[in-house]
């Protein structure tokens, strides 16, 4: 390398830094709303700040049709949906399938809690 001062390199005081895309999911009086903004984390305080004075709140849990039946008991499996009774939990943790039968083959009915 030379030790010309004109082939130096400056470094570039005026970069402006790419601005970030941010994504929000929010409730309003009962229904789900997203917004999206674009720039510094500075707008994502300010957003969120605004939408909870207009009074959005964060989205509640959603829960599935078998697991909103067990919500008074979160030890208790779900219960099919078609059968109408308990779910037996799959390998997979997390997961309940129907042990019933329906003629030859097994119920298809799963719930991922």
């Not at 707008?43 to 207009?54: A, E, F, H």
């Not at 042990?99 to 991922?112: F, L, R, S």
Request: aromatic share 6%; charged share 20%; glycine share 6%.
């Amino acid at each position: 390398m030379s030790n010309n001062t004109s082939e130096q390199i400056q470094p570039i005081t005026g970069a402006i830094a790419a601005p970030t895309k941010f994504v929000i999911q929010a409730e309003y009086q009962g229904f789900p709303v997203v917004v999206e903004c674009t720039g510094k984390a500075d707008i994502l305080k300010s957003t969120i700040d605004r939408l909870m004075s207009i009074g959005a709140t964060p989205p509640a849990q959603r829960t599935t049709t078998a697991s909103a039946a067990t919500a008074g008991d979160s030890s208790a499996p779900p219960k099919c949906r078609i059968h109408h009774v308990p779910m037996k939990p799959s390998r997979k943790p997390g997961n309940f399938f129907c042990p019933k039968k329906d003629g030859q083959h097994y119920c298809a009915e799963t719930v991922k809690v």
